[in-house]
C-alpha cells in the first residue's frame, strides 16, 4: 500500500474521458486496481475514482503533466494522492460525547484512516476523554456575540494543523456562512433525524409523537442553509410502539455513531464527491 495511490477527477461528460485516462496508467506501465465511474445524465457531470500501483517511487510527480494536459483537455478538476495518507481531522463536539468516542476508538484501531490531531468543544465535559487519547483539546464557548471571534480560532487551529475535514460529532451550534464558505465541501455533520424529516430541535421525540416505525441519521455536507447540505450517507433502525422517546434516543445513538463513521471513511478514502445539491459515492 505504501506505494498505491488514489486518482480523483470530475470533468463535464464527453466520449473518450476513460480511453485517456487509462491510457496514461498504460503509457507509465501503472497497475490499475479498481475503476469506479459515473456519469450523471442529469448535471452531465462525470466522476471517476482510480485505485492504482505500485509506483516505481513514492512520488508521482511524474505523472502531473500527462493528468494536467488532460485537465486542459477536458476541463478536469482531479486530484492524486497515496493511499496510506491519512486525512487530518478536527472534531467539534457538545455535551453528547458517543460519536466523538466512536470516532476516536475507530481512528486509533485503524478502522478509521484519519489522523485526529485536535478536538474543538464549546464545554468543557470531554476534555479528560481527549486527554486519555493524547489529543489536543480547545475548550471554545460560544455565544452570538462572541461567535465571529470563536469560530476564527476554529479556523486558526484548522491551518495550525493543516486539518482537511471538520466534523461536527453532534456539535450543536449552528455554523455561520462565514466558516461554510471558508471549509465548504470539507465539513461533515451527523443529523439526529432521517433527513429530511424532523429538522430542528429534539427530532425523536418528534419521531416518537409521529408514531414512526423507523428512526435514522443523515451524515451531510454542512452549507449554509441549516440542515440541507448534499447527504452523504443515511441509515435507519426500526422501532415500535413500545419504545419511549429515550428508547428511540439510545437507538439512534447507535445509528448516529455508524453513520458519521461510514461518511468519515468515505471522505477519507477519497470515494465522496460533490454534485451540486447531492453527492456520488464510490
Known amino acids: 500500500m505504501a ?10 461528460d464527453k466520449p473518450g474521458i476513460v480511453h485517456a485516462v487509462t491510457g496514461v496508467f498504460a503509457d507509465q506501465e501503472l497497475n490499475i486496481l479498481d475503476l469506479q465511474q459515473f456519469s450523471d445524465p442529469t448535471t452531465e457531470k462525470f466522476f471517476m475514482r482510480v485505485h492504482f500501483g505500485p509506483t516505481s517511487t513514492p512520488s508521482t510527480e511524474h505523472l502531473r503533466g500527462p493528468f ?18 491519512k486525512a487530518r481531522v478536527l472534531i467539534m463536539v457538545s455535551k453528547i460525547g458517543h460519536c466523538l468516542n466512536d470516532l476516536l476508538f475507530r481512528a486509533k ?12 468543544s464549546n464545554h468543557n465535559d470531554f476534555a ?14 460560544v455565544t452570538r456575540d462572541t461567535k465571529a471571534a470563536q469560530e476564527a480560532q476554529v479556523l486558526e487551529l484548522v491551518r495550525q494543523h ?6 461536527l460529532a453532534r456539535y450543536m451550534q449552528v455554523l455561520s456562512p462565514t466558516l461554510c464558505s471558508a471549509m465548504s465541501g470539507r465539513i461533515i455533520n451527523i443529523h439526529h433525524s432521517f433527513l429530511p424529516s424532523f429538522k430542528g430541535a429534539k427530532p425523536y421525540h418528534q419521531a416518537y409523537d409521529r408514531g414512526v416505525k423507523i428512526i435514522g441519521a443523515s451524515a ?7 440542515d440541507e447540505g448534499p447527504i452523504i450517507e443515511q441509515r435507519v433502525a426500526r422501532v415500535d410502539h413500545s419504545m419511549s422517546a429515550k428508547a428511540l434516543v439510545d437507538e439512534g445513538s447507535n445509528v448516529e455513531s455508524q453513520v458519521l463513521a461510514a461518511a468519515v471513511k468515505w471522505y477519507a478514502e477519497r ?11 464510490f
Not at 109 to 120: A, E, K, S, Y
Not at 220 to 226: C, I, S
Request: proline share 8%; hydrophobic share 50%.
Open 128 to 141: 479528560p476523554l481527549a486527554a486519555s487519547y493524547g489529543i489536543e483539546f480547545h475548550h471554545l464557548p
Open 162 to 167: 493543516d486539518v482537511e475535514l471538520v466534523v
Open 271 to 281: 470515494r465522496v464527491f460533490l454534485n451540486g445539491t447531492r453527492t456520488v459515492i
Open 3 to 12: 506505494d498505491e495511490h488514489i486518482l480523483t477527477l470530475s470533468c463535464p
Open 68 to 85: 494536467d494536459a488532460l485537465a486542459a483537455t477536458y476541463a478536469m478538476a482531479y486530484d492524486i494522492r497515496p493511499v496510506a495518507q
Open 220 to 226: 451531510h455536507f454542512v452549507t449554509a442553509d441549516l
Open 109 to 120: 484501531t485503524g478502522q478509521l484512516p484519519v489522523d485526529i490531531p485536535v478536538i474543538v
